[in-house]
């Protein structure tokens, strides 16, 4: 069963600036088959990137997903108020599993 | 016009079983695939399992096999999750969503999530 780390736990950023997140797999894995998603408290989860790389419908261009083998990399440059939040990432599959999450903070 | 309901909060006593429902108000499910998830208080997103309608297919995780079940109706427009021998770690927020199915019936992947249902709080305690 493949396992997702993601780092750092908690990023502290001021708007304006760039955020990095990681996710990497406990193995190699279909580099098309990430996706990322943006969690606020008291709402629904949001998918920003599917496909490793590709945004959802309504996500900003500022939004980037990158990486293949066991290294993803999330990016969200300029960040916005509305972009603090927590990201989680995770692996299609049969039983997908979900990174434990990154938390983008002001 | 919220694309999936789920009922509401629940409170329920350690070993009983709880049944969350999830209406689509949009297209029914035939086209996708249905995934249940959690979120514990403090903790992150948790796959339990997901069904493939159209191809009549449930799959579950490994930790939940053999106290979760997930359906649809026959009109395909309203997923179940139940969750029998509930302990106090159930307690969590109770979502589902949708997301596209695989094109062929060996194929029992379940992709990214793009509609999500608001969540059911499940609180189990005695």
């Known amino acids: 069963e493949v396992m997702l780390t993601q780092s750092p736990g908690t990023l502290s950023l001021s708007p304006g600036e760039t955020a990095t997140l990681s996710c990497r797999a406990s193995q190699s894995v279909n580099s098309d088959f990430l996706a990322w998603y943006q969690h606020k408290p008291g709402q629904a989860p949001r998918v920003v990137i599917y496909?490793?790389?590709t945004r959802a419908t309504g996500i900003p261009d500022r939004f980037s997903g990158s990486g293949s083998g066991t290294d993803f990399t999330l990016s969200i440059s300029r960040l916005e108020p509305d972009d603090f939040a927590v990201y989680y990432c995770?692996?299609?599959?049969?039983?997908?599993?979900f990174g434990g999450g990154t938390k983008v903070e002001f | 016009q919220v694309p999936l309901v789920q009922s509401g909060t629940e409170v329920k006593k350690p070993g009983s079983s709880v049944q969350v429902s999830c209406k689509t108000s949009?297209?029914?499910?035939?086209?996708?695939?249905v995934s249940w998830l959690r979120q514990a208080p403090g903790q992150g997103l948790e796959w339990m399992g997901g069904?493939?309608?159209?191809?009549?297919?449930?799959t579950y995780a490994q930790k939940f096999q053999g106290r979760v079940t997930i359906t649809t109706d026959e009109s395909r427009t309203t997923s179940y999750m139940d969750l029998s021998s509930l302990r106090s770690e159930d307690t969590a927020v109770y979502f589902c969503?949708?997301?596209?199915?695989?094109?062929?019936?060996?194929?029992?992947?379940?992709?990214?999530?793009?509609?999500w249902g608001r969540g059911t709080t499940v609180t189990v305690s005695s």
């Open positions: 069904i493939i309608p159209m191809f009549g297919k449930s």
């Open positions: 969503a949708r997301g596209p199915r695989p094109l062929t019936s060996g194929d029992l992947n379940f992709y990214y999530m793009d509609v």
């Open positions: 496909g490793t790389s």
């Open positions: 995770q692996l299609y599959g049969t039983s997908p599993p």
């Open positions: 949009g297209a029914t499910f035939t086209s996708f695939a």
